[in-house]
């Protein structure tokens, strides 16, 4: 299965990829990792006539803290993110996502940036950026930088609030303090497949006693899905897995998933009931 | 003087000679061939529907089309059997104006890329009148159902086979029984999912007119006839070679369509022509199998005897007969073998092929046997449940321990170990100790699950076997071309003037290590070494007329042929010897890569006796033949394998999800040639017989377009979903096996379904839940668990 | 746009000039314009691993990196492993001698992948090495033999 025939350009700075992309959005893409796009190449479901390899841009990827947040340049592997050292709630967080993505060679070319715009509702990046409310910037030549947050940038079924001439450049996560529990953990027919359903959780507990509360789900929706009835559920009571089993509860029933080959929508919610109190730390 | 024992080949782990080349990267498959030469490349236009008629196909100046047009002179692939129940239907090479399948060729494009090719393939229009289809055997047979073929079929609509047993004690016995036990079991359409897709490079020799074929087969030299009869050529005008084969599994034992049109097109333009198969159109095309449905039902007495059996088989199995074996393989082999290891005297069974606008059907390792084995298997346990008696026993009392044993069907077991097997498998399941495991998990809302799975497993047959198939019910013989009778396995092994030794055979290897154990078995007879002897195979023009490597055959066949070749050479050698040094030929060992005579403690090297054959011919007494040659052929009635399989499963109940935790197979296979590569055979068939108990599902939707056309849609198991093997050897040997070697390639495809099946439904007993029909998926049983649990609550409140 | 730029490809220590339309893959531009056939392509959207390589010593899946995207990278197949014609690299070896291929086909996707780890990572202990196993698939083998193999080669790695 071979794609269809494109031009390709390498640019090396931020500028010029803006450039390259500005001169025919509709009919060009980003490419970074590649691991989602080349196959849909490969299978001609995607069929850009150009693309701009933006792997050799300089100051595109990395890690690091900046006051209370924590922000994450777009191409950074899925295999850096795997090997973080990052001693708190938020890299746990991001090694046990990393480690669910793919498998090792996927995570070593695959990229967090990459994961965003590509917006599968199950995988463990668009989870992990709702569950947080991060922050979302793109650019483009034309207008310059903004910032998107999570809530607004997952609109569809592999579909962002990106526009064609926009690339993702960075996001923002806040940085969990130590009192977080965070946890994902998601069901797939087998090692490194997508999820069929996945959940994620960050709860803040002081003194046995939820004061924050964060719940997302994938699989459920066209989009990653914040679970405002588990969250409420959780918040401002003693943190014990009776309440997180009620939260799955809630959960459950507030998503209306759809069916396909891999479960129903009942199915679906049973895996909610399963996967929120793994993901959060009890069996 | 010492006398030194000749070594024994035969029973030794060796590392496979095959290996170093394709370690290096340096073996050579089909698309290597292709990618290192300059050929054109063949893409193909597939059917979008199920059921059609096309009306036009266009493409634009410059594409290089193919249609049906183009095929004056070019034959229909017919395949079939002698038998008044079997109606024949024709595959053509190109579809139309009927198209029968969503993926089914219609027409071919050439370029000089692959990717150019594919580019072509874009640019054809296809306008396709669609029509009604039928997917499944309910629909299929149904009164007014639309005919897939447009020929008589003298029973139900759509029925290409439709055979039946009923012996003459069953009415009696079955009415008079204690107690009957019904089952419905049935398997998920598989594809065989070889990791190297099909590919078929044609090169043509303007200078000789001939066209090599390098085509992914595990039957050579029955390609060849296929192609020159379809073709309507001479079969010496085609050389066709197997390099190396990544993985056949049945799957690549079928004449396939694209390949007549690569040759076809080669020779037509004079010029090489390749085609390399995508995954999707694997999976689209290249033979589906499996998609079987059973009603069975045993009547015990009340000791738990199985008296009667009595059984209804479908097998839905796609659109067009594969060449040579016909749609008949699934059904027949389902019919004839279905009892299995057990005594049962008395059998009922109707058993039929019935025809889909789906992929056609071709075998998958075990072919019928894993449904078989999930139906007598399921069967035992349900029954041991209703009649209160201990699995294991119930198994142990039914198993056939005197040999020979004449089976309903007619077949005979001959020297087998089923219920050794079944004893060694219990002992090292430990099933007190998992009981006792099984209930204290129960507590913690765990649920573990044990299963069996005794089979007997039919390997190793010739053309006697394959001929039982057909019924001929003229004494005129009906076309030739169109009914093949396999069987047979050819060797000719040849020494030549410096004491190498070369073994030809017809068989084909794919993966097996024939390579390395035929030589072994060799090795054995003339007392050389494996590095002295080269096997070739798979290429026309070099090996003996052969039937390939399918049904567990090539060790047993080309083992067997091999050993009675090297036996008569050594017999040559050992008179050879005697003119040199005196004595009787008796006298002589083959021993270190010389004759020894026992007595005297003289020696001569075989390079002398070869000399002495090939250069001074005339001094040799008995003017025997100038070369050192022996042919051999071996075409035993088929013996069986046995074994029984132990699942151990952990059932997640919020999830539905299956974990295996341990497998363990007790197997007899007869004298090992080469243990590794038996145990390699074993293991590898139980993982894809675990995938059909858990994962792999080929998944059509209501229009017939298939849905599963990706590895992220189908799901063949990755290290992390198996478990490792145990495995225990038995030994007995059959008059039917010179080597004593019985096959042993598709075991572990035939037992490990009803061994899961088994398991899950163990676990989930308590439930009341079942596992009838595979694959068992997460989805399936949280869904059966989840009914069961409310039904539980509704009981009780 | 089926025009074709000249591009530079280290592999195996050794430079290839090659000249590959854009669209070209890595796998397909090692096997058709460097003649290095040893990697095999099973499914080429990503899933299987038959076609894994080294670049920059990391597992790369062959079938999803265009070969232009290669240029500058240092490229490793399984052609490169062995270190003459004579030896073996030690996970050849383990998988010559503990039957860790039957068809052959998946054989140089795993060879590159476990070498690749474990020139990554010569401890990598068994619960490790499943999990990386776990990228590639094999139809033949059932994996038992490829698991014992790989182990075998660590320790001898490991010296």
Redesign the interface.
Same mark, same amino acid.
């Given at each position: 299965?071979?794609?269809?025939?494109f031009d390709y350009v390498r640019p090396h700075s931020l500028e010029e990829a803006l450039a390259e992309l500005a001169k025919d959005p509709d009919e060009t893409k980003v490419l970074a990792g590649g691991q989602s796009l080349i196959p849909m190449m490969n299978?001609?479901l995607a069929r850009p006539e150009r693309l701009v390899d933006i792997n050799r841009i300089p100051d595109l990827e990395g890690i690091e803290t900046v006051g209370d947040r924590v922000v994450i340049r777009t191409r950074t592997r899925h295999l850096v993110l795997q090997n973080l050292s990052m001693p708190t709630p938020l890299g746990s967080l991001l090694r046990h996502g990393a480690a669910n993505v793919g498998h090792l060679p996927i995570r070593t070319r695959g990229t967090f940036g990459g994961s965003l715009a590509h917006c599968d509702a199950a995988s463990e990046w668009c989870l992990v950026a709702s569950l947080l409310d991060a922050d979302v910037t793109v650019q483009s030549q034309a207008r310059g930088s903004r910032t998107i947050r999570a809530a607004d940038f997952f609109l569809s079924i592999f579909t962002t609030a990106m526009e064609p001439d926009e690339i993702l450049t960075e996001v923002s996560l806040p940085a969990l303090d130590d009192s977080y529990v965070t946890g994902i953990a998601e069901?797939a027919?087998?090692?490194?497949?997508?999820a069929i359903v996945a959940a994620t959780g960050a709860v803040k507990v002081v003194d046995d006693v939820v004061a924050d509360a964060r719940v997302c789900l994938g699989g459920v929706s066209e989009v990653p899905f914040r679970s405002r009835a588990a969250e409420q559920v959780l918040l401002g009571q003693t943190w014990t897995p009776q309440l997180v089993t009620a939260a799955a509860e809630a959960a459950a029933d507030e998503v209306d998933p759809s069916s396909d080959?891999?479960?129903?929508a009942?199915?679906r919610r049973?895996?909610v009931?399963?996967l929120l109190p793994r993901a959060l730390g009890e069996r | 003087m010492t006398i030194t024992q000749p070594p024994n080949w035969t029973g030794r782990?060796l590392?496979?000679v095959?290996?170093?080349a394709?370690?290096?990267?340096?073996?050579?498959?089909v698309?290597?061939v292709a990618?290192?030469d300059t050929c054109m490349y063949a893409k193909f236009i597939r059917s979008p529907y199920a059921s059609g008629r096309v009306v036009a196909i266009s493409a634009p100046p410059g594409v290089r089309l193919y249609t049906t047009a183009d095929l004056d002179g070019v034959g229909d692939i017919v395949a079939a059997l002698e038998r008044p129940d079997f109606v024949s239907t024709a595959q053509p090479i190109l579809a139309g104006p009927v198209v029968r399948f969503v993926g089914e060729p219609i027409a071919m494009v050439l370029a000089e890329?692959?990717?150019?090719a594919?580019?072509a393939v874009?640019q054809v229009q296809v306008e396709i009148e669609q029509l009604p289809a039928v997917l499944g055997v309910e629909q299929a047979t149904a009164e007014g159902a639309p005919l897939v073929h447009d020929v008589e079929f003298p029973g139900d609509a759509n029925t290409v086979v439709d055979g039946r047993i009923h012996t003459a004690g069953f009415d009696e016995v079955f009415a008079g029984a204690e107690h009957v036990v019904t089952v419905q079991v049935g398997s998920a359409r598989q594809s065989a999912?070889?990791?190297?897709?099909r590919a078929s490079h044609a090169a043509y020799d303007p200078g000789t007119g001939r066209t090599t074929l390098h085509v992914t087969t595990q039957m050579p030299h029955v390609v060849r006839t296929g192609l020159a009869d379809v073709l309507g050529i001479r079969e010496d005008d085609l050389r066709v070679i197997a390099p190396?084969?990544?993985?056949g599994?049945g799957a690549k034992m079928a004449l396939a369509r694209e390949d007549v049109m690569v040759v076809l097109a080669s020779r037509r333009l004079r010029t090489n022509v390749a085609w390399i198969e995508?995954?999707?159109e694997n999976f689209m095309g290249a033979w589906h199998s499996r998609e079987q449905v059973y009603d069975v039902e045993g009547a015990f007495d009340a000791d738990g005897t199985l008296l009667a059996v009595r059984a209804d088989l479908r097998c839905d199995v796609g659109a067009y007969s594969c060449y040579p074996v016909t749609y008949a393989v699934e059904p027949l082999m389902a019919m004839a073998e279905l009892t299995g290891p057990y005594a049962v005297r008395e059998y009922s069974v109707r058993s039929r092929a019935v025809l889909s606008n789906k992929c056609p059907i071709a075998p998958y390792r075990g072919v019928s046997r894993p449904v078989q084995v999930l139906a007598m298997e399921r069967l035992m346990d349900v029954a041991a449940r209703e009649l209160d008696i201990d699995p294991v026993e119930l198994r142990m009392h039914n198993l056939v321990h005197e040999f020979p044993h004449r089976i309903p069907s007619g077949l005979v077991l001959d020297n087998a170990s089923h219920r050794e097997t079944l004893a060694v498998a219990a002992e090292m399941a430990d099933v007190d100790d998992f009981r006792r495991r099984q209930l204290a998990a129960r507590e913690e809302g765990r649920l573990l699950g044990i299963g069996f799975s005794s089979f007997a497993e039919r390997t190793g047959y010739g053309t006697p076997a394959f001929a039982a198939r057909s019924v001929p019910f003229e004494l005129k013989k009906t076309t030739a071309a169109d009914v093949i009778t396999p069987g047979f396995e050819r060797v000719v092994l040849t020494m030549d003037s410096s004491a190498g030794v070369t073994v030809r055979i017809g068989a084909s290897p !794919?993966?097996?290590?024939l390579r390395t154990s035929l030589a072994q078995v060799v090795c054995d007879q003339l007392g050389v070494a494996p590095a002295d002897v080269r096997v070739i195979h798979s290429d026309t023009d070099a090996t003996p007329y052969g039937w390939g490597s399918f049904a567990s055959r090539a060790m047993v066949m080309a083992g067997g042929a091999s050993m009675l070749a090297a036996k008569d050479l050594a017999a040559r050698l050992r008179t050879l010897a005697s003119h040199r040094l005196g004595g009787l030929p008796g006298d002589f060992e083959l021993v270190d890569g010389g004759a020894l005579n026992r007595e005297t403690g003289e020696s001569v090297p075989l390079f002398v006796l070869a000399r002495d054959t090939y250069h001074s011919s005339h001094l040799i007494p008995d003017k025997g033949e100038p070369v050192l040659e022996a042919v051999a052929t071996y075409d035993p009635s088929g013996t069986f394998a046995n074994a029984c399989h132990v699942a151990e499963v952990e059932v997640?109940p919020?999830?539905?999800?299956v974990a295996i935790t341990r497998f363990l197979v007790a197997e007899d296979a007869g004298r090992l040639v080469n243990p590794?590569?038996v145990?390699?055979?074993i293991?590898?068939?139980?993982?894809?017989g675990i995938a059909n108990a858990l994962?792999e599902e080929l998944?059509y939707d209501d229009r017939g377009v298939l849905?599963?056309t990706?590895?992220?849609?189908y799901?063949?198991?990755?290290? !992390?979903?198996?478990p490792?093997?145990e495995i225990a050897h038995m030994k007995t040997t059959s008059p039917q096996s010179i080597t004593g070697a019985k096959g042993v390639g598709e075991g572990?495809t035939i037992g490990a379904p009803a061994a899961v099946a088994n398991a899950v439904s163990d676990a989930l007993a308590h439930l009341g839940v079942q596992v009838n029909h595979l694959p068992a998926?997460?989805?399936r049983l949280?869904?059966a668990i989840?009914a069961a649990q409310s039904h539980a609550q509704e009981a009780a409140s | 746009m089926?025009t074709t730029v000249p591009l530079r490809l280290y592999v195996n220590g050794e430079r290839h000039d090659i000249s590959v339309?854009p669209?070209?893959t890595l796998a397909d531009a090692l096997?058709?314009d460097c003649?290095?056939?040893?990697?095999?392509?099973?499914?080429?959207?990503g899933?299987?691993g038959?076609c894994t390589i080294l670049v920059d010593g990391k597992p790369t899946r062959a079938c999803l990196m265009f070969a232009v995207q290669a240029e500058g990278s240092s490229i490793r197949?399984?052609?490169g492993?062995?270190p003459d014609q004579e030896e073996?690299h030690p996970v050849?070896k383990a998988?010559?001698?503990n039957?860790g291929?039957?068809?052959?086909?998946?054989?140089?996707g795993f060879?590159m992948l476990v070498a690749g780890q474990l020139e990554e990572n010569p401890d990598t202990d068994e619960e490790e090495m499943?999990?990386v196993?776990?990228?590639?698939?094999?139809?033949?083998?059932?994996?038992?033999?490829?698991?014992k193999a790989s182990m075998a080669a660590a320790e001898e790695m490991r010296g």
């Open positions: 299965m071979k794609p269809a025939s299978f001609r069901f027919r087998r090692a490194g497949d997508f080959a891999h479960g129903d009942d199915y049973d895996l009931r399963a | 782990s590392p496979r095959e290996d170093p394709i370690l290096r990267g340096l073996g050579r498959y698309a290597d990618a290192r890329t692959e990717a150019a594919e580019d874009d999912m070889p990791l190297e897709a190396d084969v990544g993985g599994f995508t995954r999707e !794919h993966g097996q290590g997640d919020a999830t539905g999800a590794a590569i145990d390699g055979q293991q590898g068939g139980v993982v894809q994962y998944i849905v599963t990706s590895l992220m849609d799901l063949p198991p990755t290290l !992390h979903e198996v490792d093997i572990g998926t997460p989805h949280r869904t989840r | 089926s339309e669209r070209r096997r058709d003649g290095l056939t040893g990697t095999h392509l099973g499914c080429e959207h899933v299987c038959a197949t399984v052609e492993l062995a073996l050849q998988f010559w001698e039957h291929l039957q068809c052959g086909f998946c054989t140089p060879l499943r999990d196993l776990s990228s590639n698939l094999c139809r033949c083998t059932g994996y038992q033999n490829i698991l």
